[in-house]
């Protein structure tokens, strides 16, 4: 069975740093592509940002572009978010995704999250 | 950006009617469409991909259509379970996109 366990969250001052973690297990890890989607509190689906199976080839969405970095271990199963320069509006719960292959598509299955709060 | 506009927002049904929803995509996107359900405090989950493909263990009553930036979301008989916010994603292009929600309620 697939699973993805998220941690590294919490309370955040702005413009501080955070590093949020996933750990999988159930698959392959390296021949998949890994995605972060975030939701706002009561609010709609966020893409984040994704990296390739090797970890050659990362995207990220223009609102976190030069703040956030994606990276992997596939050596433990594992996959990270440095979250530099906070904001309020960064303040959601953090998905990660498996992605269906190693490209960048549809997400299945997910984490179940963890909340990062950026708030003085 | 890729933008994809859900409708309707919300909706109001009772167990066994049909339910209709609609994602529209701002350009053409290929049938490159995923449709997610999330329950209040989990994780979303996919039911469909390629725009009509149903995830294996997804209930048949969930079926998709729909082709260049049209896509339809149709639950056959509204189960109890089925009471939830869904989501409509696009992966044609990137950035990755989704769609504001859909909140089905009982009415």
């Known amino acids: 069975e697939v699973q993805l366990l998220e941690s590294g969250g919490g309370l955040v001052q702005p413009g501080g740093s955070l590093r949020l973690s996933c750990a999988a297990s159930g698959f392959t890890f390296s021949s998949y592509a890994m995605n972060w989607v975030r939701q706002a509190p009561g609010k709609g689906l966020e893409w984040v940002s994704a990296?390739?199976?090797?970890?050659?080839?990362?995207y990220y969405a223009d609102s976190v572009k030069g703040r956030f970095a994606i990276s992997r271990d596939n050596s433990n199963n594992t996959l990270y978010l440095q979250m530099n320069s906070l904001r309020a509006e960064d303040t959601a719960v953090y998905y990660c995704?498996?992605?269906?292959?190693?490209?960048?598509?549809?997400?299945?299955?997910w984490g179940q999250g963890t909340l990062v709060t950026v708030s003085s | 950006d890729i933008q994809m506009t859900q409708s309707p927002s919300s909706l109001s049904a009772s167990v066994g009617d049909r339910v209709t929803i609609t994602c529209r995509a701002s350009q053409g996107i290929s049938n490159s469409l995923a449709w997610y359900q999330q329950k209040p405090g989990k994780a979303p989950k996919l039911l469909l991909y390629a725009a009509s493909r149903l995830e294996s263990g997804v209930p048949s009553r969930f079926s998709g259509s729909g082709s260049g930036t049209d896509y339809t979301l149709t639950i056959s008989s509204l189960q109890p379970e089925d009471f939830a916010t869904y989501y409509c994603q696009q992966y044609d292009s990137m950035p990755l996109t989704f769609g504001g929600g859909t909140k089905v309620e009982n009415k």
């Open positions: 990296i390739s199976g090797s970890g050659g080839s990362t």
């Open positions: 995704a498996k992605s269906y292959g190693d490209y960048v598509g549809w997400f299945a299955p």
